[in-house]
């Protein structure tokens, strides 16, 4: 009951940022709600299923060229046929790349993904004529519902149509990710997370359900990268490179991969912490490396840990 | 329904069963009894497809299935509750018993078979809501059967179902255990002390050093002087 307030204030806050928050802070706003989207999915893997994949960076690159590359040689610009195509190739290439990594699990499934995330990166950056190189490719404004923006400036265009379509976009993914976990799927993730020979005595196939939260967690990433290029305008092969992957990672632990919302929650905390340090200091790598040693010896269940650990105490008094 | 024949199972270079046959027919509730160390659990463990016999078959229900992957064999039909309970610790007590429905759907209702295993273990009911750490050996024990039976098995394995309990709650847990056989459901129990075999016990095995040294009625196996020196009869 008081995490379903907290999701409606949270929503509310969001749905409320372009109103009263300055421009550059709504805009901001924009690669949260893209993150938020890969985040829902990768914690299906990560702090469902217990497996940590270090090459998500192929899935959100994956999604990101999809748009960029529909945008300007298929002069397709529908914003949700691209988020569709983005979650139909991101399934596509997840089928193979996951038949492959669940058969691992540990440093053996993270070592695989980092290989297939570099593989992508590399091929982003070699196979110049489809993906522009280390330049890049131009993320054309997509359209929306049909309605094709061009003509509004770029910025109101961005904190109002495109602001809300993300949202609406971060509220779907996440309603059907609430779906999911709390679905016998979801239950028999975790009890593999928990323990993968005694889940198999209740007759659940383990590879076959790391398979499926990988294609799952692959599509939400793809959806995701794709929202994350129009409000750059540009994709370029960064999004593709490993440190991508770390990032998302940090976030998911950042904001507590043990709670349905942490990611989500991290990933927030992250953009705006990360805006902030890097006007501060250059030296942003070095805090965020810091911070990620305390996250991971002192608070392992992440910021949503300081909420929730306090949550059985306060059920007992009452 | 489930017949072991001519076994011979190996971790890395030794040998922990040999030649290991044992039968359980519809209905029965069979006990293999052993000391620690014996290879009782390493038999179950091979019918459920962990470990995979060198020499030998496991036939379920008429149909081979050594050599089969373990969530294939659960889904035949075959129900274990492991000695260390294997009690998902972020599941709740209901989770833990739903989960098996929804593995194995069947021509039954979810709902029937739930009900019936709280009915097996009246005790869980209350605990519906908690979660794997916040139980008792012994309710975790009943949990880990009352999931096995959720599953619709035909054929139960318990290993060890009195393993550590306090003497309060073994009444509870044997009870439950009659309670399964009154269902038409097999059972095998492995069992390290001869004392907690159940009266309602059909057939008995003796194990020791990886060989049956005994199989027969339970009356029997108190007869033979060679069993009753391994498994402690004498004291009876």
Known sequence: MKGGLAVALGAGAIAAAPLVASTYHVLLMLPFMAYAVVLLGLNLLFGYAGLVSFGHALFIGLGAYTGAFLTTHAKIRSLEVILLAAAALGALVAVPVAALCVRYVKIYFGMLTLAFGMVFYTFVLKFYRLTGGDEGLPFLRPSLLGQSLDAMPKTDYLVGPYYYYSLAVLGLAALGMWRIVHSPFGLCLKTIRDNPAKAETLGIGVTRHRFYAFVISAVYAAVGGALLGPPTGNVDPTLAYWTHSGNIVFMTLLGGFTSFFGPVVGAFVFIYLQNWVMSVVPYWRLIFGAMLAVIVILAPDGLMGFVTRRRPALAGRT | ?236
Not at chain 2, 69 to 83: D, K, S, V
Not at chain 2, 105 to 111: H, L
Not at chain 2, 218 to 224: C, I, Q, S
Request: proline share 6%; net charge positive.
């Open chain 2, 1 to 236: 329904m489930l017949s072991v024949a001519g076994v011979d199972v190996f971790i890395q270079s030794s040998q922990i069963l040999r030649g290991v046959s044992l039968e359980v027919g519809a209905r029965e509730v069979v006990c293999l009894v052993g000391r620690n160390g014996s290879g009782k659990t390493t038999t179950l463990r091979t019918v459920m497809g962990y470990l995979s016999p060198r020499a030998g078959a496991v036939e379920f229900r008429g149909r081979p299935i050594h050599g089969r992957r373990t969530h294939e064999i659960a889904r035949l039909g075959l129900g274990w509750a492991p000695e260390d309970c294997g009690i998902f610790s972020d599941l709740t007590v209901a989770e833990n018993i739903e989960i098996a429905t929804w593995t194995r759907p069947r021509g039954r209702a979810a709902a029937e078979r739930v009900a019936q295993a709280y009915e097996v273990f009246p005790a869980l009911r209350r605990y519906a809501a908690r979660r794997g750490p916040e139980m008792s050996g012994g309710e975790r024990k009943m949990l880990s059967i009352a999931r096995a039976l959720a599953l619709d098995p035909e054929m139960l394995l318990l290993d060890e179902p009195f393993e550590g309990l306090s003497p309060a709650i073994i009444p509870a847990v044997s009870a439950g255990i009659a309670a399964i056989t009154g269902l038409g459901r097999a059972i095998l129990i492995a069992e390290s002390n001869i004392h907690h075999v159940p009266d309602y016990t059909t057939r008995l095995y003796v194990i020791e050093r990886g060989e049956i040294i005994f199989g027969g009625r339970p009356d029997d196996a108190w007869r033979d002087p060679g069993v009753s020196r391994i498994i402690g009869g004498r004291s009876r």
